[in-house]
């Protein structure tokens, strides 16, 4: 039982350029997240999913965008990465309201 | 003001300590609260939910203060094991408020 695949586990990009981060989970959940890890801040949500086909912001969303067009997948986008964006990316689902959680392993991505 | 504030440490403590960290949070509205256990360049895995009449999970003691806002994670007998980051979690019972403290790191020593 794999739970929660974040690819890639790391990433370089150049100011600018833009990427996709997949999520990917097999417990068949209905909520998925996209959170960012910085130091000093804790965890901030950027967006979430209630279902397939539902995408919605958190607190930190620009810059952003993602897609859910499978229940088991959930895509985080960066149109252009900026600096700002260096960060550790964990992706999250669960089952019904938030408590138990299950996380990927993330995405320590560095923009430079 | 942030939603969930943790003192960041370290807390250093020897084998078989007795240590107790405190997290306060902001909204008295917050309904749901938990206790994640965080290592060094992992994915925060979920230690323990924290009801209202305090709950214990082996060496481990939550505790809810509400009306001073305010939950707690007591760890008995202390394990080398044990040294992570501890991120304290309130949500509202709504699915996309949910905060995070910044967390406090453990470090025991033999």
């Known amino acids: 039982n794999a739970g929660v695949t974040q690819t890639p586990k790391f990433r370089v990009l150049k100011t600018g350029q833009s990427m996709t981060l997949l999520c990917a989970q097999d417990m068949n959940h209905e909520y998925m997240y996209w959170y960012r890890q910085d130091p000093g801040m804790g965890l901030r949500l950027i967006h979430y999913s209630v279902g397939e086909g539902t995408t919605a912001k958190g607190e930190v969303p620009d810059g952003y965008n993602v897609s859910r067009l499978k229940k088991q997948n959930f895509l985080l986008g960066l149109e252009s990465a900026a600096p700002s964006q260096t960060s550790v990316y964990f992706c999250?689902?669960?089952?019904?309201?938030?408590?138990?959680?299950?996380f990927g392993s993330g995405t320590r991505l560095t923009v430079v | 003001r942030k939603e969930v504030e943790q003192d960041p440490g370290p807390f250093n403590v020897p084998e078989g300590a007795t240590v107790a960290f405190n997290c306060t949070y902001s909204n008295s509205a917050s309904q749901s609260f938990f206790w994640y256990r965080q290592d060094c360049r992992k994915e925060p895995k979920l230690l323990m939910s924290?009801?209202?009449s305090g709950n214990e999970d082996g060496r481990f003691t939550a505790q809810l203060n509400r009306a001073s806002q305010y939950i707690s994670l007591l760890i008995r007998d202390s394990k080398l094991s044990d040294s992570a980051t501890y991120l304290c979690?309130?949500?509202?019972?709504?699915?996309?408020?949910?905060?995070f403290g910044s967390g406090t790191k453990l470090n025991v020593k033999p």
């Open positions: 979690v309130v949500n509202m019972n709504n699915f996309n408020k949910f905060y």
């Open positions: 924290v009801y209202s």
């Open positions: 999250a689902s669960s089952w019904d309201r938030p408590y138990g959680y299950t």
